[in-house]
């Protein structure tokens, strides 16, 4: 896309899809997953639990779903923060790794996005880089 041509971002995909009907077909993981849906979309509830129910985010790494105040997502078991600006609330969520123990002998970083957004439930990702890197 031209936007992400002007930010110097490669390897985007734009897919423009029903995100109910995209998130049970998707296959990629992400480090970041934002979402911003209409406020009056009917199931944006549930969004957060597919989310984590599809394994699509990265552990260690956040979901973040733009909301109006009349949704309160703070009892989702992956609930982790809420800011708001006026009647716009972002609420953040991610896996814990710290409960998750790993023996590697790397650490695998990749910059990954998906990103939803109100224009006809567009859905777009792209992956910038992967390094690995010794772990210490």
Not at 26 to 32: H, L, R, V
Not at 52 to 77: A, K, T, V, W
Not at 87 to 104: A, E, G, N, P, Q
Request: charged share 20%; with cysteine.
């Amino acid at each position: 896309t031209l936007e992400s041509k002007r930010l110097g971002l490669r390897n985007v995909k734009m897919v423009r899809a029903n995100v109910f009907d995209f998130l049970p077909l998707c296959k990629e993981k992400f480090d970041i997953i934002f979402a911003d849906p209409p406020y009056a979309l009917e199931g944006i509830e549930t969004i957060p639990a597919k989310i984590f129910e599809q394994d699509i985010l990265n552990h260690d790494c956040y979901f973040i779903l733009e909301h109006g105040d009349e949704h309160s997502f703070s009892n989702h078991p992956h609930f982790f923060k809420e800011k708001h600006y006026g009647r716009v609330h972002f609420s953040f969520f991610k896996y814990d790794l710290s409960i998750l123990m790993c023996s590697c002998n790397y650490l695998h970083i990749c910059q990954a996005v998906l990103s939803f957004d109100n224009s006809r439930f567009g859905v777009s990702w792209c992956v910038q880089t992967v390094t690995v890197l010794p772990n210490k």
